[in-house]
């Protein structure tokens, strides 16, 4: 019997955390924390009795949608080893520093100690295997990863137990503009049972192309109406790529960014490998000429300022003192703007700027692919032919849409699964879907 059940990130973004039980061994991928107004969906549907049985764990990337419950495994008994990269562990620091401020800020208590964090003990794919090869995770059991293009140190995983074999693209994007992204060797994956895919944008078509072309234009519509530019980006991941982006599109544009982004550059030099090298020797050049790393109160001098700029700073839900003054600043003109540029969660002030009417100052969602849509879930289907797909990491409705399409297009097998739910595989066949909600 091969069983996955869904602890949380089927049907809804956030709290990745997926149980898979190949006979008597059993093996966690992500253990994530969902930020949002409702407190009981915070951490995933952990069983404790499971988690104690739990073989490993492996995690995907560091997003505190995929990491930041893992304490939890282990105040529940979990006693074992957590399989990722060293990229992610150094990453980890930052967003456990940052949850527990979220925590705190929301007037809650963290469900697991200090000790429980210091508990966990990492081990490293990379020095099993390099990437899109086997190795033994324990006698019976093999993996392969490889690099998912989403973060520097993220993963995609295959697993094979007893000749069952399964595939999670952890959060997956082949449109990002420095980081490498490959998919297994098809020869590895020939009789492939189940694919647990990120379908984040669900059934949205755009092409990174376009999204990039309208980010630009917006921002030079600002600019040319006289006002200042804010992007609000995580301090891993995407707002590297944007202020490539932006570089190049804007050649006479002034760019400054806060000291978060000069520690996640400086932490990109030391980890190339997971960048495409042409992409990341160019943006050094672009980041050495073209941008000002400045201190708060210096970012909060320079919007004062009239030469018009494009601000970028690692605080993207704007949940920091700093980010708060700095959006007062910027509601003196209401020329500036405020660019949103990934998933805004409920409650946060990036969700109440966006969501008001006519926020001062004015805040603009457009999104900068870090995900798949649905041609990318199928490119991923054509390639990799799982029998079964369990769609992942996007609300339940349209979850369901991106389904439909895909079974009108003639994929089959496809689920829209939601916490709580059960997939169990018998053989090559779906036997019972069942739902615990
Ligand atoms: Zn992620
Ligand atoms: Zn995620």
């Known amino acids: 019997m091969f069983q996955v059940e869904v602890w949380g990130g089927a049907g809804e973004h956030g709290r990745s955390c997926y149980h898979v039980q190949f006979g008597q061994r059993s093996v966690l991928l992500d253990c994530g924390v969902k930020k949002g107004q409702k407190k009981e969906e915070t951490y995933p ?30 105040r529940h008994g979990y006693t074992g080893v957590v399989w990722t990269t060293r990229s992610t562990v150094r990453q980890l620091a930052n967003y456990y520093a940052k949850w527990q401020q979220y925590v705190q800020d929301a007037g809650d208590e963290l469900p697991y100690t ?15 295997a390099p990437p899109g090869q086997w190795f033994t995770v324990e006698p019976g059991m093999q993996a392969c990863w490889g690099p998912s293009g989403h973060l520097a140190g993220s993963i995609w995983l295959l697993l094979c137990v007893d000749g069952q074999t399964l595939f ?13 992204a490959n998919l297994p060797d098809l020869r590895y994956v020939r009789d492939l049972q189940v694919g647990i895919l990120d379908a984040a944008y669900a059934d949205d078509e755009a092409t990174q192309e376009q999204l990039v072309d309208d980010l630009v234009s917006a921002c030079k519509q600002v600019l040319e109406r006289g006002g200042h ?15 490539d982006v932006l570089a190049e599109a804007l050649p ?96 946060t ?44 990491h996007a609300p339940k409705a349209k979850t369901d849409r991106l389904k439909a399409k895909l079974t009108a297009r003639g994929y089959d097998h496809v689920y829209s699964c ?14 019972t879907a069942t739902s615990n909600d």
């Open 252 to 347: 006479g544009t002034e760019i400054v960014c806060d000291t978060g982004l000069e520690v996640s550059f400086q932490a990109m030099l030391e980890e190339e490998q997971w960048f495409k090298t042409e992409e990341l020797h160019l943006y050094k050049q672009r980041w050495s000429s073209r941008v000002q790393v400045l201190t708060r109160e210096q970012l909060l001098h320079k919007s004062t300022s009239l030469k018009k700029a494009i601000f970028v700073t690692s605080d993207p839900m704007l949940q920091s003192k700093a980010s708060a003054k700095l959006v007062e600043a910027f509601a003196t003109s209401p020329n500036n703007a405020l660019i949103m540029t990934g998933h805004v969660y409920p409650g």
């Open 168 to 180: 999670y693209s952890g959060d997956y994007c082949q449109d990002s503009r420095l980081l490498a």
């Open 45 to 74: 549907k952990l069983d404790a009795d499971k988690v104690r049985m739990l073989t490993t764990v492996f995690l995907s990337h560091a997003h505190e949608d995929h990491s930041m419950a893992i304490p939890l495994l282990y």
């Open 349 to 392: 002030l990036a969700a109440r700027l966006l969501a008001a009417e006519q926020s001062v100052p004015r805040v603009l969602h457009y999104r900068y692919k870090v995900h798949q849509g649905l041609p990318d879930v199928a490119r991923m289907l054509d390639g990799l032919k799982p029998k079964f797909s369990l769609l992942v």
């Open 418 to 431: 939601a916490p709580g739910d059960q997939l169990v595989f018998c053989g090559r066949t779906l036997g």
């Open 114 to 128: 200090s000790e429980h964090m210091e508990q966990v003990r990492y081990r490293f794919v990379e020095d099993m």
């Open 229 to 243: 530019v804010w992007l609000p980006v995580p301090i891993y991941g995407r707002g590297h790529e944007i202020i």
